[in-house]
């Protein structure tokens, strides 16, 4: 509901018309063809989910310029290039993308241009010991290059509620071993004492703490497993909540929120 305030309050005409961002196909001498058509849609899924800009992607821009004409774009300069570029379709904004491979760390460079002001809105370099590892966070590398404020905190409900339970089975689990092993402790004084009783009295009695040790057994494995779950669930830090000005062909809207 902030977000949508903000918009209402500070552009109107934004709710019908977002500024146009371009997304060309990413370079990167030395990978594939399809890798780089995958992380150049990735980028763009990414940017898509913020609803910010209207995105036009690569194959669009294939479609539009056709081949011939993206050739004779190719031996100009990158701003004139860009401008005319973002011209002939209608868009501000130009996002352009580079894989790199240095040594054994692979590197993802986004970039998006302001092509009426000839000056980057914002940069993002992301340095990874593997391929993938340049596609973590990626919402936040997004964001950094688009100018955008960085995604909200992912909720931690869940991961807190299994490791409340499991830290709760873990305590209850040792609570139940320990009254088990004094049972059996007490049980064991009693037989080796001069002063017997019935011996079925014995091994009734015997079975209560054998019991207790597999319930409270159960009890700490299925602990451990919440708490290991909420672990592996715990969502990694990916920044906090802000506003930015994304430029309006009308002016300036308030995208974002405050905590």
Not at 55 to 63: H, K
Not at 147 to 156: D, K, M, N, V, Y
Not at 212 to 234: E, H, R
Not at 240 to 248: E, K, N, Y
Request: with cysteine; charged share 15%.
């Amino acid at each position: 509901m902030r977000w949508v305030l903000l918009l209402l309050l500070f552009s109107f005409p934004a709710l019908a018309q977002r500024p146009k961002l371009v997304v060309l196909h990413f370079t990167g001498p030395g990978f594939e063809p399809a890798e780089l058509a995958s992380a150049t849609d990735r980028v763009a899924a990414v940017l898509a989910r913020r609803d910010v800009y209207e995105l036009i992607s690569a194959r669009e821009i294939d479609t539009l310029l056709g081949v011939e004409r993206q050739k004779q774009l190719m031996g100009c300069s990158e701003s004139a290039c860009m401008a005319e570029l973002s011209g002939a379709i209608g868009a501000r904004f130009v996002m352009s993308g580079a894989l790199a491979k240095l040594g054994d760390s692979f590197q993802l460079t986004l970039t998006v241009l302001d092509t009426q002001r000839s000056q980057p809105v914002g940069r993002a370099v992301r340095l990874a010991s593997g391929l993938g590892g340049v596609f973590d966070d990626l919402a936040v590398t997004v964001a950094q290059a688009a100018g955008l404020p960085p995604p909200p905190e992912p909720s931690r409900a869940l991961p807190l509620v299994l490791l409340g339970s499991g830290s709760a089975a873990l305590v209850t689990g040792g609570v139940l071993g320990l009254v088990a092993l004094t049972q059996e402790a007490s049980l064991q004084g009693e037989l080796s004492g001069s002063a017997l009783g019935p011996m079925d009295s014995y091994w009734q009695r015997s079975q209560q703490p054998a019991l207790l040790k597999s319930i409270a057994l159960g009890t700490l494995i299925g602990g451990g497993a919440l708490v290991a779950l909420s672990i592996i669930l715990w969502p990694r830090g990916i920044g906090g909540s802000g506003v930015a000005l994304v430029p309006q062909p009308n002016g300036l809207v308030v995208v974002g929120g405050w905590p």
